[in-house]
């Protein structure tokens, strides 16, 4: 069966850090782009960042830009997105997903809180 | 950046009616790399229309996209019990990766 799993989500202190992790079953995450995407609470879909296939790419949307980083561990079939520096506008329900011909598969998401 | 602009904000519907989401971009979107999706409350979006007038794998025909370049639009032909949601378009050619903010399609 084809899905995606997100684990780590947590409560963390603003300038604390977090590594959410994708756990990928059914296809290889090797194989294709994989993205993360958030959502706060009552608001719409915000896209984070992707990896392409080679892992030679990584994009970032700006609001993240230098303190969320990407990667891959294809021997564990897994995504990763480290968070560091969290602000108060970082909590939300983090997705990932694959991208093939838009984004097709999503996990369930995990709950990024960023509270004192 | 492309910024996608949906409208309207609410669509007041009835089972049975027809529905159409409108998706506005601010620049071409290349190779028309625009998808929707549908979401659900407490539940993770849901691909419906990759290359702006594809269906995804098991969705319905009910579901259409159609439009290029700047201006995209998602059909409902005739609206289920089921098809009351969130619906989101995205473009995927180039870096941001962007989403609309969503038009919520409702129960009259």
Redesign the interface.
């Known amino acids: 069966q084809v899905q995606l799993v997100e684990s780590g989500g947590d409560l963390v202190k603003p300038g604390g850090s977090l590594r959410l992790s994708c756990a990928a079953s059914g296809f290889a995450v090797s194989d294709y782009y994989m993205s993360w995407i958030r959502q706060a609470p009552g608001k719409g879909l915000e896209w984070v960042s992707y990896i392409t296939r080679s892992d030679t790419e990584m994009y970032y949307a700006d609001s993240v830009k230098g303190r969320f980083t990407v990667s891959r561990d294809n021997s564990k079939n897994s995504l990763y997105l480290q968070i560091n520096s969290l602000r108060a506008e970082d909590t939300a329900v983090y997705y990932c997903a694959r991208s093939r011909l838009g984004l097709d598969i999503w996990g369930q998401g995990t709950m990024v809180t960023v509270s004192s | 950046e492309i910024v996608l602009t949906q409208s309207p904000g609410t669509l007041s519907l009835s089972p049975g009616e027809r529905a159409t989401l409108s998706c506005r971009a601010s620049q071409s979107v290349p190779r028309n790399y625009l998808?929707w999706?549908q979401?659900k409350p407490g539940q993770?979006?849901?691909?419906l229309?990759?290359?702006a007038s594809?269906r995804?794998?098991g969705i319905p025909d009910r579901f259409s996209g159609s439009g290029s370049g700047t201006d995209f639009t998602l059909t409902l032909s005739r609206l289920e019990p089921e098809d009351f949601a969130v619906y989101?378009c995205?473009q995927?050619e180039r870096?941001?990766?962007?989403?609309?903010?969503?038009t919520k399609v409702e129960i009259k």
């Open positions: 998808a999706y979401q993770a979006p849901r691909l229309i990759y290359g594809s995804a794998t989101y995205h995927y870096p941001p990766w962007t989403f609309g903010q969503g």
